[in-house]
C-alpha cells in the first residue's frame, strides 16, 4: 500500500467534514482535523503484522 | 469521631459489633448532605425515602445478626452512569433526563447483595466525556473536582458517603481522584463489569471507585470484583516494593510544585525501605496519544451514532467535537490502532519485569481554577494499557489543594497494587480534609 503523507490525510479528512459536517462545521474543525492527520499519519508509521490482532 | 468521617472499613465494622445503627448512620450522612451539598453540588439524585426505608430494613436484619455481606449498611454513591433499577439515571445529560432503568447495573446489584444501600447518583461530565457538570471541588469551590466521575470524587471528599463508583475512559477516576484529595482505583478492565453502564468507548471505558483509604477500596473492590485478587505475601512481609518512578514524558507535563513532590516521596520511599529506581519508557510509549485519542473518537462515534442525530443540543461542544471527528475516521485506520495497541501493552507490560509499581504524577498539578475538569495526561497512558492504577493523596499545594500520587501495576495484579498502596499510605500519612 502506498504510504499517506500528512498533508494527503488532512486533505482527505478535510474533504470528509466538509461533506459529512458542512462547508462551517468543517472549517471550524481545521486546526482540530490537521492534528488528527498527524495522529493518523504517526500510526501508518508503526508497522503491524498479519498475526497482530486487534 | 463525627460519623461523616468513618470510613467505610470502621463503619462496617461498627455495624457487625452494634455500635452503630444504619439508620443513624445514614441519617449522619443526609444530614452532612443537607449541609454541604449546595455549594459542593455532587448528586443528581437521591431517594431519601427509600434511602431509609433501606437502612430501616438493614437495622432491623443486623439486631438480629443477620448481614447480607461485608457492606451491610454502608451508604455507596453511584456515577449516575450506572443503571439502578427504579431510580433515573441522567448520564448527565437531557436527552435522559426522566430515564428510570427498569434492571441494576452488574456493579449496583453486587453491592446491593453485599449489604449496601444506594445512597443516590452522583454528578458526571455531560455523557461521561469533558464537558463540566455542576460540582465544585470542596477543597476551594472556585476549582474543578475534574471529571468525568465529579460527584463520586467529590462526596467522597466532602464526607457525603464513605466510598463512591465512578468509571475511567481516559482520566475520569485518577484526575478526580488527585484534585479531590481521595484514594481511588481503576482496575483492570476486565475484573469487573460494565453491564448496565452508559459507555463512552467500549474497549476502553473501566469501573472505578473512590475511598479516604486503601482499606475501604480492597474491600470494595473485593465485593465488585468479578475473580479472586491475590497479593503478594513476600513482599508483604516487609516494605521491599520495587518501584519505578517514571520522569521524562510525565516529569514534563508536571507542573513544579508536583514534580518536586513526586521526587519528595520517592525520596521518602527510598528512606522506608523502598526498592527505588527511574524507569525508562519503551519507544513505542510515544504513540499513546495518537492511539488512544483514535481508539476514543471511533467508539465513541459509533456510541452516540443515533443519539447524536436525534438530540444534538444535548452534546455539550467537547464532546461534539470528538464524535463528529470520530464519523470521519476510517475503519482500517481504527483497526490498525487497536492492533498497535495490542503492542503497546505487551512493551509496557515489559516494565513489570524489574518493578512491581510505577510512580507518577495523579495530575499535572492541584486542581486548576474554573470548570473546565483538567487535563487527564497522567492517566491516558495507563487507561491505554489496561494496567491497574491508584491514586493516593500525598500532600497540599500552596493554594492549600490536594496534590496525588500514582500507582500502577501490571495487569489483574490490583491484590499486589493494594498491598504496596497500604504501605505507601503509612509512609505519606495523609490525614488533611477539606474544611467545608
Known amino acids: 500500500m502506498e504510504q499517506r503523507n500528512v498533508t494527503d490525510i ?22 482540530d482535523l490537521l492534528q488528527m492527520a498527524k495522529e493518523l499519519h504517526s500510526l501508518d508509521m508503526q508497522t503491524v503484522e498479519y498475526e497482530d490482532e486487534p | 469521631m463525627s460519623l461523616e468521617r468513618l470510613s467505610l472499613v470502621e463503619a462496617a465494622s461498627s455495624i457487625r459489633n452494634g455500635s452503630l445503627s444504619p439508620l443513624e448512620y445514614v441519617q449522619a450522612l443526609l444530614a452532612r448532605v443537607d449541609a454541604v451539598e449546595p455549594r459542593v453540588q455532587a448528586w443528581t439524585t437521591i431517594d431519601r425515602d427509600a434511602v431509609l426505608a433501606e437502612a430501616q430494613q438493614l437495622e432491623v436484619e443486623a439486631r438480629k445478626r443477620q448481614f447480607r455481606g461485608p457492606l451491610h449498611g454502608i451508604p455507596v454513591g453511584i456515577k449516575d452512569i450506572f443503571y439502578t433499577k427504579s431510580l433515573r439515571t441522567t448520564v448527565g445529560s437531557t436527552a435522559f433526563a426522566d430515564f428510570v432503568p427498569t434492571y441494576d447495573a452488574s456493579v449496583v446489584k453486587k453491592l446491593r447483595h453485599a449489604g449496601a444501600i444506594i445512597m443516590g447518583k452522583c454528578v458526571t461530565t455531560v455523557l461521561v466525556f469533558l ?6 471541588n470542596p477543597w476551594n469551590t472556585n476549582h474543578t473536582p475534574a471529571g468525568s466521575s465529579s460527584g463520586s470524587a467529590a462526596a467522597v471528599a466532602a464526607g457525603m458517603c464513605p466510598v463512591s463508583i465512578g468509571s475511567q475512559t481516559v482520566g475520569s ?3 478526580p481522584g488527585a484534585f479531590n484529595g481521595v484514594v481511588s482505583i481503576m482496575p483492570t478492565q476486565s475484573r469487573v463489569s460494565l453491564a448496565g453502564a452508559f459507555p463512552l468507548a467500549w474497549s476502553l471505558d473501566h469501573v472505578g471507585a473512590f475511598s479516604r483509604s486503601v482499606a475501604d477500596l480492597e474491600v470494595l473492590l473485593e465485593t465488585l470484583s468479578d475473580s479472586p485478587m491475590p497479593g503478594h505475601p513476600e513482599r508483604a512481609a516487609g516494605p521491599k516494593y520495587r518501584i519505578g518512578v517514571l520522569r521524562g514524558f510525565f516529569h514534563e507535563k508536571a507542573e513544579p ?20 529506581e527511574e524507569v525508562a519508557l519503551p519507544p513505542i510509549f510515544d504513540l499513546h496519544q495518537a492511539l488512544i485519542r483514535t481508539i476514543v473518537r471511533c467508539e465513541a462515534a459509533a456510541t452516540h451514532q443515533d443519539l447524536i442525530a436525534t438530540k444534538p443540543e444535548s452534546y455539550g461542544p467537547k464532546l461534539r467535537d470528538l464524535v463528529q471527528m470520530g464519523q470521519l475516521i476510517d475503519s482500517t485506520s481504527y483497526l490498525r490502532a487497536r492492533r498497535i495497541r495490542r503492542h503497546y501493552q505487551r512493551d509496557m507490560a515489559r516494565l513489570f519485569e524489574h518493578f512491581d509499581i510505577l510512580l507518577t504524577p495523579g495530575a499535572p498539578g492541584p486542581a486548576p481554577a474554573g470548570m473546565a475538569t483538567g487535563d487527564p495526561v497522567m492517566q491516558a497512558p495507563w487507561t491505554l494499557a489496561d494496567f491497574p492504577t491508584m491514586t493516593l493523596p500525598y500532600g497540599l499545594s500552596g493554594n492549600g489543594l490536594p496534590l496525588g500520587a500514582q500507582l500502577s501495576a501490571a495487569p489483574l495484579h490490583e491484590g499486589l497494587l493494594m498491598d504496596a498502596a497500604k504501605a505507601i499510605e503509612l509512609v505519606i500519612g495523609f490525614t488533611a480534609r477539606p474544611n467545608l
Open chain 1, 10 to 31: 488532512a486533505a482527505a479528512l478535510q474533504r470528509a467534514a466538509e461533506e459529512k459536517l458542512g462547508h462551517e462545521r468543517a472549517e471550524a474543525l481545521r486546526s
Open chain 2, 131 to 136: 464537558d463540566p457538570g455542576p460540582t465544585r
Open chain 2, 173 to 175: 477516576v485518577g484526575r
Open chain 2, 257 to 276: 510544585e508536583s514534580r518536586a513532590g513526586i521526587d519528595s516521596l520517592a525520596g521518602k520511599l527510598s528512606n522506608a525501605g523502598f526498592l527505588v
